[in-house]
Nanobody, 124 residues
């Protein structure tokens, strides 16, 4: 089993920035692809960004591209999501996910392990 714990959420002003972290522990075998999703209240999870097991390849949704940056350090078993120019529509619970293997997925169903999520609120 792999445990994922997100941190770094909070309240930020419109136009502000936040960096989320996702720390992995447990039975981790490299490579491990990982992804970030978010969930609006009462809605399904929405894909944001993913990074390959090596950390060398990334993919972003249209909502994230140009504003968010995903990165990963396998030596620390940690993934980050740097979020810039946040707006009120970004208010959601942000979750990280992981799947064994080098290749990331773009769909929720492709991930085996999930964190509990961290709340991001963008408000003036």
């Amino acid at each position: 089993q792999v445990q994922l714990v997100e941190s770094g959420g909070g309240v930020v002003l419109p136009g502000g920035s936040l960096t989320l972290s996702c720390a992995a522990s447990g039975r981790i075998s490299t490579p491990y692809a990982m992804g970030w999703f978010r969930q609006f209240s009462g809605k399904e999870r929405e894909f944001l960004a993913a990074v390959s097991g090596s950390g060398m390849s990334q993919s972003y949704s249209a909502a994230a591209k140009g504003r968010f940056t995903v990165s990963k350090d396998n030596t620390k078993n940690t993934m980050w999501l740097q979020m810039n120019n946040l707006n009120v529509q970004d208010t959601a619970v942000y979750l990280c996910a992981a799947r064994p293997g080098p290749h990331y997925g773009l769909e929720e169903e492709e991930y085996d392990f999930w964190g509990q999520g961290t709340q991001v609120t963008v408000s003036s």
